[in-house]
Each structure stands twice: as C-alpha cells, then as structure tokens.
C-alpha cells in the first residue's frame, strides 16, 4: 500500500495554474509536517514548500509568491497550488509525510510540464 498519493499533475502553458493534492493512507504514525519536492530531469530533488502541524510553512524562494501549501487539521491531506507557472517549475513533483518519530514516507510523484 503506497501510504502518500499524489494528482493533480498536467501539461500547462507558461502563466497558467494547477493544484496538486496529496493523500495519506494507512499511516499508522502522528505526522508533524509535511512537504512537495520536485525533481527535474538530470537535476537533484529539492525542496519546494513545507508544513507543520499548526499551520507555519516555508516556502523555497524560487517559487515564493507563486506556490502556496496548504493542509488539513488532521495532516492527511496536503495541497500546492501553483500560479503564474514557468517552464523551470516542470518537474516530477512528490509529496512527504514526516512523523514525529522520525519516520518519513513518500509518495510516487505526478509529472507538471510547463511549456513556453
């Protein structure tokens, strides 16, 4: 059972928007925060937005401005959404859920494609 899913990817031209989603499934441990990665072709994954239980975040400063996170009260549900988009923003996008016993959990990813 993959215990994080993520849609909500697509092809999308330059300035236009999308909204991912994330699930949680079957964690059977409390999550504290959780986060989108993205990682483009030949480039190493990195971290795009996180949230903790509570509702602080932090956003990386290549999309702030642009990107929001946001989750619900339970921590099962996490969203990004993404405005004014750039072609750099395409990448696989993974959603990750981290607990306060330290585990961490991943999801398989959704593909973004913005084209110019």
């Known amino acids: 059972q993959v215990p994080l899913v993520e849609s909500g990817g697509a092809l999308v031209q330059a300035g236009g928007s999308l909204r991912l989603s994330c699930a949680s499934s079957?964690?059977?441990?409390?999550?504290?925060?959780m986060g989108w990665y993205r990682q483009a072709p030949g480039k190493q994954r990195e971290l795009v937005a996180t949230?903790?239980?509570?509702?602080?975040?932090n956003i990386a400063d290549s999309v702030k401005g642009r990107f929001t996170i946001s989750a619900n009260n339970a921590m099962n549900r996490m969203y990004l959404e993404m405005n004014s988009l750039k072609p750099e923003d395409t990448a696989v996008y993974y959603c990750n859920a981290g607990s306060i016993a330290g585990r961490s959990f991943w999801g398989q990813g959704t593909q973004v494609t913005v084209s110019s």
């Open positions: 949230i903790f239980r509570g509702g602080s975040t």
């Open positions: 079957g964690i059977m441990f409390t999550i504290n925060v």
